[in-house]
């Protein structure tokens, strides 16, 4: 659910960039004030697994379109929703900037619809309801499934309605929201189903993780964080450099309504003014664009086979690359903002 600039006017997407910015300056005094140190290192973790995970997208059988994990809720889950935003943020940042995933121009859009739906809205007025402190996995379950699909749901109908407002494509309300919200309700409820896989995992290994049996205690549960950590870490780096491979191919929720509605996956930006420059200053920054190696078309057996192995090897990269990356961002956010609190 990446908007691209063709969908955004510059009005709207000044205004999605301030909402954006506005939201992350709150998060960024809330986790000062609120975020335990100890969950710093999973700031930067769970950016890379949910980094790892958007690159796999999974088919929604019968409809040739695909889906991936938002990560938000999750995010909230384990973070708590103001560590969750900066970390979903940083994740969309560096998908937009070194892999052109995503718009410039857009790219407060696509923080706001897949950051803050989730974080500040499915998660403390549906999860939270539904998965008090104390729940088992089974309210955990119908907690994760209803939260995402309503954070989906909410997200996809924030693209509707921007892209309408913005009024620079050939997009009718009534036709793309009927496309966006089934499509997004089936991708809901897979996000729904892992999220609460993974949380079901991570409440074994280190039950205080999720909130649902208090704070974390001083000593007692340090290997167990440790192995959390090793965990989604090894599952990131595993996911992103090797399972990415075996993506979908077809194209994504809103990639596949936009086609249905117009007859191409994509539309294109204007050339020339703030869509233009944002689309120039992204070429030259993305080193990695759409997660490959720039090739030649391959001509025959031999060309396409080299070509699939370039492919691969580029998709490998980028996974792991964007992982670090990310990693690295969210942890030093993280580290950032709790040693102004402490100092």
């Given at each position: 659910?990446h908007m ?24 960024c ?11 710093v ?6 950016g ?27 995010l909230?889950?384990l973070?708590?929703?103001h ?5 979903i ?8 900037l070194f892999?052109a995933?995503g718009?410039?121009?857009?790219l ?5 619809n ?8 499915a ?9 008090p ?28 309605l921007q ?5 620079i ?7 793309f ?21 993974v949380i ?10 999720t909130g ?5 205690p ?20 595993l ?25 191409s ?19 030259k920054?993305a ?26 090897l580029?998709?490998?990269?980028s ?18 903002l ?6």
């Amino acid at each position: 659910m990446h908007m691209a600039d063709a969908l955004i006017s510059p009005a709207i997407g000044g205004a999605l960039w301030a909402a954006t910015a506005g939201t992350v300056a709150w998060s960024c005094r809330r986790v000062r004030q609120e975020l335990d140190e100890r969950k710093v290192p999973l700031m930067g973790v769970l950016g890379a697994f949910v980094f790892a995970a958007q690159m796999i997208n999974f088919t929604i059988p019968g409809t040739g379109s695909s889906g991936h994990l938002g990560g938000a809720l999750l995010l909230a889950v384990l973070l708590g929703p103001h560590a969750a935003f900066l970390t979903i943020a940083s994740v969309l940042v560096v998908q937009a900037l070194f892999f052109a995933d995503g718009g410039l121009l857009a790219l407060g859009c696509n923080i706001f619809n897949l950051g803050f739906f989730p974080a500040f809205i499915a998660y403390p007025f549906i999860y939270r309801v539904i998965a008090p402190p104390g729940s088992d996995q089974g309210r955990v379950t119908m907690a994760s499934l209803a939260a995402a699909v309503a954070g989906l749901q909410l997200g996809a109908l924030a693209v509707v309605l921007q892209t309408v407002a913005s009024g620079i494509s050939a997009l009718p309300f009534t036709s793309f929201v009927l496309l966006m919200q089934p499509i997004h309700l089936a991708i809901g409820v897979v996000e729904g189903l892992v999220t609460a896989a993974v949380i079901g995992f991570v409440s074994r290994v280190h039950p205080e993780i999720t909130g649902l049996r208090g704070s974390l205690p001083e000593r007692s549960t340090v290997p167990g964080l440790r192995r959390v950590l090793v965990a989604l870490g090894v599952t990131a780096l595993l996911t992103g450099g090797i399972v990415s491979w075996f993506a979908s191919e077809n194209p994504d929720g809103l990639e596949w309504a936009i086609s249905r509605v117009t007859g191409s996956d994509e539309l294109a930006a204007p050339p020339d003014g703030v869509h233009g420059a944002a689309a120039s200053f992204q070429e030259k920054i993305a080193f990695l664009p759409d997660y490959s190696f720039s090739a030649p078309a391959a001509h025959d057996a031999a060309g396409a086979a080299a070509s699939t192995g370039s492919g691969r090897l580029g998709t490998s990269v980028s996974g792991v690359v964007g992982g670090v990356l990310t990693l690295g961002i969210a942890f030093l956010i993280g580290l950032i903002l709790r040693r102004r609190a402490s100092s």
